[in-house]
């Protein structure tokens, strides 16, 4: 390297890069918000290379890689491993739950969704395209925390999280690529491959120093990947992901999840084909505040998930169509009635829909850390969305005490 002698030979193509870093710079420039920053990974889900990285926009002005090295609140992306874990435990996606809002989960555990709309009555596969926190809470009460982190670990996150049920709706941290790991897991059929971005090094003889060998793990079964990546397909078709699904151009199948932190600090959308797994992140690089756009905070309707589309519209033009996975193994789900649910699911009934569109959200008391029982103070209610579950965010927060959060993706 520059005068070592060795050379080092990366993942990286070319071509994607330059799509990569051109995606993020358009939308920040269309925007017009320069306190904006974007990353995003791009990952070959059969290889585990990483073809594309942004980790910022000026590398003279800040060497900080936010795609490596920047722990950012998951919002309701976390909700996808959620889902695993819920399908990997028996749990089928057609199982009806309690939608409406606020929702008391435990003694100190108050959940509200975005705009505390209700949807009533409502399957576990409607509440991840509608990004239902109530329904999410609900599911993760029912098969324990443990599992869900479990399922976190085996699919590539790497950052220890806390066992907090809260920790369902996104009040945690992890990078870009951990999320793009294991979205990757996914669209390979439920095969983990460690992100990878150098496969050899020589020194200046050609004598080789360093070889990646492929490593890939089962992590989850083929038939769990097959159907998340039937129910998040969804997301995309008819839920929050949809302003991407709506902008892209290639000819591809394509699933994924949303996620917006607490009052919009952190947007994501982590989404893949069968070619490309890849996450976008956009936010205030050094700073924890709310990103504003047009005098007022924004989401991820019009910033990851432009970023995303930008890229992949580029990188997958002219690729042929591929299909996820196919398995001929099926889950063995569970009766269910053997799943008890916080809210049941009689008597649920739905919000009227009104023609104002906003987006999804996560709204939470928050979780105590230890088992004291205090009564939850009264989030502020937010104002009524027309379209339902339209949006991610989530409280967050740690320590003794009932706290509150409110998230406007």
């Known amino acids: ?60 002005k800040s060497q900080y890689n936010i795609a490596t090295s920047s722990n950012r609140q998951m919002g309701s992306s976390f909700k996808m491993y959620t889902l695993v874990a819920a399908l990997s435990e028996g749990m089928n996606p057609e199982i009806v739950l309690n939608g409406n809002s606020p929702m ?12 505390n709309y209700s949807y009533g009555a409502i399957t576990l596969r409607q509440g991840t395209v509608y990004s239902s926190n109530t329904v999410y809470a609900q599911v993760a009460e029912a098969i324990g925390i443990d599992k869900i982190l479990q399922t976190c670990y085996a699919m590539g996150i790497r950052t220890q999280l806390q066992p907090y049920l809260s920790t369902t709706l996104g009040s945690q941290g992890v990078t870009p690529i951990e999320q793009c790991t294991a979205f990757a897991t996914l669209a390979a059929g439920g095969v983990r491959r460690d992100a990878v971005a150098i496969t050899r090094i020589e020194d200046r003889n050609g004598n080789v120093i360093y070889e990646h060998k492929d490593n890939p793990v089962q992590a989850i079964s083929p038939a769990v990947a097959a159907a998340a990546t039937d129910v998040l397909s969804g997301v995309l078709t008819s839920g929050t992901g ?53 005098g007022g905070e924004s989401s991820t309707f019009v910033t990851a998930q432009y970023v995303w589309a930008y890229y992949m519209n580029a990188a997958l033009s002219g690729v042929a169509r591929a299909e996820f996975p196919k398995t001929t193994e099926t889950i063995a789900y569970k009766p269910n009635s053997y799943w008890k649910f916080v809210g049941g699911s009689a008597n649920a009934k739905q919000n009227e829909k009104d023609d104002e569109e906003e987006e999804e959200e996560e709204t939470t008391e928050e979780e105590e ?41």
Request: hydrophobic share 25%.
């Open 242 to 294: 949809r302003y991407a699904y709506n902008l892209k151009t290639f000819n591809q199948p394509v699933a994924g999840k949303t996620g917006t932190s607490d009052n919009s600090e952190d947007l994501w959308f982590c989404a893949y084909t069968p070619q490309l797994a890849t996450v976008a992140w956009c936010g205030y690089p050094d700073s924890r505040d709310p990103v504003i756009i047009g």
């Open 104 to 115: 008391q989960i435990t003694p100190t555990w108050l959940v509200r969704n975005a705009g």
């Open 369 to 409: 850390e230890d088992d004291t029982t205090t009564t939850p103070t009264t989030p502020t209610t937010p104002t009524t969305p027309a379209t339902p579950g339209t949006g991610t965010g989530t409280g967050t927060g740690t320590g003794t005490g009932t706290g509150t959060g409110t998230g406007t993706p």
């Open 1 to 60: 390297i520059l005068q070592g002698g060795l050379r080092v030979y990366t993942t990286l193509d070319p071509d994607l890069q330059k799509d990569a870093d051109e995606a993020a710079t358009r939308r920040i420039a269309e925007l017009g918000n320069p306190r904006l920053g974007a990353a995003l990974v791009s990952i070959d889900p059969q290889t585990g290379y990483i073809k594309a990285m942004v980790g910022g926009q000026d590398y003279s």
